[in-house]
């Protein structure tokens, strides 16, 4: 096991006890605590968080870099690498409330047109009775699962496809899901947006949280979201192609640096379908302004290069700011149709 020093501690601490943080906070800490500037010394950096993950796997936890979908800016948090979407609730949250929660998930990566956010209206008047079986498995194996979930141990996933759900009558919907009532989904929504689970905009619009892109990296994958054609992550909040037979998506921010480093006409990688975006002038393009934070099994990347483009104006397209600003991942690279659901 790699041995940390204070430095490498702090810097895990700064994490845990602050949650998930954008690059110009993390890395002003970074400095703060080695004397060096990531963007100056970005092989150092990356050895530093190499590091700091071969220690963290001995306890199934890994330091990543992740995108916000929303505004694009990057964020550094501490995430278990075994458990799902659920668990990472903890114990906390009521098994009504983690369901509401896996809920709205769902009617935000399901929607066909890569918008990444639904309604307050639309989150308040979903069913919860389409998670019966789950609920019962949850209810079934409390006294023993629940006080590990704070772990991440559980992976409710494997419980619900192996067989267990056949032992339990779906239609004996636990009295705390039938009952989960209106007053207690909007508690709720509140607990998960300041929690940053959720963010919501001041006109009532829910997408997810900085926490959700940075946990649920695993479930897109496993749920077949659609990904992103650029970085393959799931295509939360994206673009789409306009042919409606095509299934392309590309982030917003991945749009800027595709298209900034082509010739000739914007169209579709796919389908050859023209494309409507138009580069923001005198741009810098980043070459490898990827996320991602290398972990045991990754070497540090070289240091980055930058190229000047220049072309026309361009309108941002940033849904929610502040602490609970949503992210929307994107997808493994198995391709899926708009209209692919992502039930479990």
Same mark, same amino acid.
Request: with cysteine.
């Given at each position: 096991?790699?041995? =940390?020093?204070?430095?490498?501690?702090?810097?895990?601490?700064? !994490?845990?006890?602050?949650?998930?943080?954008?690059?110009?906070?993390?890395?002003?800490?970074?400095?703060?605590?080695?004397?060096?500037?990531?963007?100056?010394?970005?092989?150092?950096?990356?050895?530093?968080?190499?590091?700091?993950?071969? &220690?963290?796997?001995?306890? /199934?936890?890994?330091? #990543?870099?992740?995108?916000?979908?929303?505004?694009?800016?990057?964020?550094?948090?501490?995430?278990?690498?075994?458990?799902?979407?659920?668990?990472? !609730?903890?114990? *906390?949250?009521?098994?009504?409330?983690?369901?509401?929660?896996?809920?709205?998930?769902?009617?935000?990566? /399901?929607?066909?047109?890569?918008?990444? $956010?639904? $309604?307050?209206?639309? &989150? =308040?008047?979903? #069913? =919860?009775?389409? /998670?019966?079986?789950?609920?019962?498995?949850?209810?079934?194996?409390?006294?023993?699962?629940?006080?590990?979930?704070?772990?991440?141990?559980?992976?409710?996933?494997?419980?619900?496809?192996?067989?267990?759900?056949?032992? %339990?009558?779906?239609?004996?919907v636990p009295p705390a899901v039938k009952n989960f009532s209106l007053s207690q989904k909007e508690k709720t929504l509140d607990e998960l947006v300041r929690d940053q689970w959720l963010n919501r905009t001041p006109d009532g619009i829910i997408g997810l949280g900085v926490r959700s892109f940075l946990d649920l #990296?695993?479930?897109?994958?496993?749920?077949?979201?659609?990904?992103?054609?650029?970085?393959?992550?799931?295509? @939360? *909040? &994206?673009? @789409? %192609?306009?042919?409606? $037979? %095509?299934? @392309?998506?590309?982030?917003?921010?991945?749009?800027?640096?595709?298209?900034?480093?082509?010739?000739?006409? #914007?169209?579709?990688?796919?389908?050859?379908?023209?494309?409507?975006?138009? @580069?923001?002038?005198?741009?810098?393009?980043?070459?490898?302004?990827?996320?991602?934070?290398?972990?045991?099994?990754?070497?540090?990347?070289?240091?980055?290069?930058?190229?000047?483009?220049?072309?026309?104006?361009?309108?941002?397209?940033?849904?929610?700011?502040?602490?609970?600003?949503?992210?929307?991942?994107? $997808?493994? !690279?198995?391709?899926?149709?708009?209209?692919?659901?992502?039930?479990?």
């Amino acid at each position: 096991m790699a041995e =940390l020093s204070w430095r490498h501690q702090t810097l895990i601490q700064a !994490l845990l006890s602050r949650g998930p943080l954008r690059d110009d906070q993390f890395h002003p800490i970074f400095n703060g605590l080695t004397g060096k500037n990531p963007g100056t010394h970005k092989q150092a950096f990356d050895e530093y968080l190499l590091k700091i993950n071969k &220690a963290l796997s001995y306890v /199934q936890c890994e330091l #990543r870099g992740f995108r916000n979908q929303y505004d694009g800016r990057v964020y550094y948090g501490v995430v278990n690498t075994v458990s799902d979407e659920q668990s990472k !609730l903890g114990t *906390k949250y009521s098994v009504p409330q983690i369901a509401f929660y896996k809920a709205i998930i769902e009617a935000i990566v /399901q929607d066909a047109t890569a918008q990444g $956010s639904i $309604s307050n209206i639309q &989150a =308040l008047n979903l #069913r =919860l009775e389409n /998670q019966a079986n789950e609920f019962i498995i949850l209810y079934k194996l409390a006294p023993v699962m629940r006080p590990c979930l704070t772990l991440h141990v559980v992976n409710l996933q494997v419980l619900t496809s192996t067989g267990s759900q056949s032992q %339990c009558d779906p239609t004996k919907v636990p009295p705390a899901v039938k009952n989960f009532s209106l007053s207690q989904k909007e508690k709720t929504l509140d607990e998960l947006v300041r929690d940053q689970w959720l963010n919501r905009t001041p006109d009532g619009i829910i997408g997810l949280g900085v926490r959700s892109f940075l946990d649920l #990296r695993s479930y897109f994958r496993n749920n077949d979201i659609p990904s992103c054609q650029v970085c393959n992550e799931a295509g @939360v *909040k &994206a673009d @789409v %192609c306009q042919n409606d $037979s %095509c299934t @392309v998506r590309i982030h917003k921010y991945c749009l800027k640096k595709f298209f900034s480093q082509r010739r000739g006409e #914007r169209v579709c990688p796919s389908c050859g379908t023209e494309w409507n975006y138009v @580069v923001p002038k005198a741009e810098l393009i980043d070459e490898e302004d990827e996320a991602d934070v290398p972990t045991q099994t990754q070497p540090p990347r070289g240091p980055r290069t930058k190229r000047l483009r220049s072309s026309k104006t361009d309108s941002a397209d940033v849904v929610g700011t502040g602490s609970s600003q949503a992210s929307r991942p994107t $997808s493994d !690279l198995r391709r899926t149709t708009r209209s692919t659901a992502c039930s479990r």
